[in-house]
């Protein structure tokens, strides 16, 4: 493949439900969509899911923005690729960075299936033709979320997560159990814990969680894993895994029993596909996370959530969940607590250029 054109679209959204976790709240969401176009008039597209502020990871729109236009846009359109796993060894002189280049690698991956005339989910190894999702629910007053919870049971939603923080947790899990004692539920601290917290979060272990996500900081595998010989609940990692050498951190220390996969964060697809195996040959289940993006990504996470070791629901909600009409057609939809994965080329989500251009504030082309 050789790239001939690719094209920015920095857009935004507003989000329908504003949504919170113990860092801030977003109330419009801000992207960057990669259109990548090759020399035989393929199309792939990727989107980079990096926030406008720095409070999930260093990582921004501006930033992302930055290192697209001066570094790896311009290495893309003079290298020639057979396959999009070449994509991080040709970025791999750019420290860091991951989300923007996933969005590059899933733009790769997007042009490639359609050479290849397949689905991405099979260009993957995946095995489903539908998967089970999960919902998150944002910080908010206890009442507010639990009426969430209540409309997305009826939705047909199979999992439900939490955010939380210090001095929202304990109450608020207790009020969730005490009005849906048999759902299927997990807490998000996004960091906003340290190990002198171990007893508060022990006092967590009675409502049964499926685990408790990110506790403590994202650097501090050590701290994680002293922390999980003390309290029941599984602590999964998500800040915390940012390639697979992380990932075999994580595991090797102890410091969880669940991963949280999501390709922005790790740099792609093929970064994410390797921890994945590697977590499946080590008996650590993963599930894949969501980032409050459109329909690109989510689609593409739709494909990823298809390999046999996401046994747990992921955080792929439907469309409607966070805009009120998204940039693909048709958009992901939940049916019966499920979301259909296409098998073929021709049941792929397409993007829907006109409702892109709508939300687009800002263009920019490159050229071979």
Request: net charge negative; glycine share 6%; hydrophobic share 40%.
């Amino acid at each position: 493949m050789e790239i001939k054109k690719a094209t920015l679209y920095i857009t935004e959204m507003p989000i329908i439900i504003p949504f919170a976790a113990s860092y801030g709240t977003y109330e419009k969401r801000e992207s960057i969509v990669i259109e990548l176009e090759d020399t035989d008039g393929h199309i792939g597209f990727g989107e980079v899911v990096a926030f406008s502020e720095p409070w999930y990871t260093e990582e921004t729109v501006k930033t992302a923005l930055h290192v697209l236009q001066d570094f790896l846009l311009p290495d893309l359109l003079k290298t020639e690729i057979s396959h999009p796993n070449e994509v991080p060894s040709l970025f791999q002189n750019i420290k860091r960075n991951r989300m923007a280049k996933a969005g590059i690698e899933g733009a790769v991956w997007d042009l490639y299936a359609k050479r290849q005339k397949k689905s991405l989910a099979t260009l993957l190894g995946g095995t489903r033709t539908e998967i089970e999702v999960g919902v998150v629910i944002g910080i908010n007053t206890i009442q507010a979320m639990l009426k969430q919870i209540e409309k997305y049971a009826e939705e047909g939603y199979e999992r439900f997560k939490v955010k939380i923080k210090p001095e929202h947790d304990y109450e608020l899990l207790k009020e969730i159990r005490k009005e849906f004692p048999n759902i299927p539920l997990m807490a998000d601290a996004n960091s906003a814990y340290t190990l002198a917290d171990t007893e508060k979060l022990k006092r967590l272990d009675e409502f049964q969680l499926m685990m408790i996500e990110q506790p403590l900081a994202d650097y501090d595998f050590l701290d994680h894993a002293q922390l999980q010989k003390k309290i029941e609940t599984p602590i999964c990692l998500d800040e915390s895994i940012h390639s697979l050498e992380d990932a075999r951190v994580a595991i090797t220390l102890g410091s969880c029993r669940v991963v949280n996969i999501k390709p922005g964060r790790v740099g792609g697809l093929t970064e994410s596909v390797q921890i994945h195996n590697y977590c499946m040959e080590h008996n650590i289940p993963v599930w894949c996370g969501g980032m409050v993006e459109m329909g690109i990504s989510r689609a593409q996470n739709v494909a990823l959530a298809s390999l046999p070791n996401f046994t747990i629901p992921g955080d792929i909600s439907a469309s409607s969940r966070h805009w009120e009409k998204d940039i693909i057609s048709p958009e992901v939809m939940l049916e019966g607590g499920k979301v259909r994965v296409p098998q073929s080329i021709e049941r792929e989500y397409e993007v829907e250029r006109g409702r892109l251009e709508e939300i687009t504030k800002q263009r920019i082309i490159f050229e071979r």
